[in-house]
T-cell receptor
Framework: DAGITQSPRHKVTETGTPVTLRCHQT?????MYWYRQDPGHGLRLIHYSYGVKDTDKGEVSDGYSVSRSKTEDFLLTLESATSSQTSVYFCAISTGTGGPGANVLTFGAGSRLTVL | KNEVEQSPQNLTAQEGEFITINCSYSVGISALHWLQQHPGGGIVSLFMLSSGKKKHGRLIATINIQEKHSSLHITASHPRDSAVYIC????????????FGKGTKLTVNP
């Protein structure tokens, strides 16, 4: 099984502070994703990566940046957190040899962020 | 962009009942995903299918490509099946980006 860990699992911060969430995988899977989950919206893609230094925006990327300097780590940064970014954040990796959109997703346990 | 709709939003059943959750999408896709989110928040992939039917234990997933519709069935439901079930599809034909349904909350009473 693909190992994927997120840190921190819980964080409370104040408006205007920077926050970085980390996603770490133990295997060399190419695709990694950051989603946020909010009541009434379901999961929404923030950013994803298809290789080291290769990233692309999702549908809710405003206010977020990402970096992937190593295959195993995908970082999500909120440069200046706002209350609207209070959410549960999930990292995922795509495993398998199918075509685009046709690979199994494995999710991290989630990171609950509260911005006061 | 693909639009993914699930029904019903909420479903309550008695133990042993046959459950069906529906998912429809608007754009042709490479594969459709079914996920389960446990009450504790963890998300696991149940199925990924591009045609026909897949079965795993008491869970069965079907897809009709022409009608752009998929169903998730649970036979002999059990309280431990209580969870939110989510379907997801690529935003467009060959995309790695997925769009997710809002989920179906299933409660199975003993």
């Amino acid at each position: 099984d693909a190992g994927i860990t997120q840190s921190p699992r819980h964080k409370v911060t104040e408006t205007g502070t920077p926050v970085t969430l980390r996603c770490h995988q133990t295997e060399n899977h190419r695709y990694m994703y950051w989603y946020r989950q909010d009541p009434g919206h379901g999961l929404r893609l923030i950013h994803y990566s298809y290789g080291v230094k290769d990233t692309d925006k999702g549908e809710v990327s405003d206010g977020y940046s990402v970096s992937r300097s190593k295959t195993e780590d995908f970082l999500l940064t909120l440069e200046s957190a706002t209350s609207s970014q209070t959410s549960v954040y999930f990292c995922a990796i795509s495993t398998g040899t199918g075509g685009p959109g046709a690979n199994v997703l494995t999710f991290g346990a989630g990171s609950r962020l509260t911005v006061l | 962009k693909n639009e993914v709709e699930q029904s019903p939003q909420n479903l309550t059943a008695q133990e042993g009942e046959f459950i069906t959750i529906n998912c429809s999408y608007s754009v042709g896709i490479s594969a459709l995903h079914w996920l389960q989110q446990h009450p504790g928040g963890g998300i696991v992939s149940l199925f990924m299918l591009s045609s026909g039917k897949k079965k795993h234990g008491r869970l069965i997933a079907t897809i009709n490509i022409q009608e752009k519709h998929s169903s998730l069935h649970i036979t002999a439901s059990h309280p431990r099946d209580s969870a939110v079930y989510i379907c997801a599809a690529p935003t467009e034909g060959g995309s790695e980006k997925l769009v997710f349904g809002k989920g179906t909350k299933l409660t199975v009473n003993p």
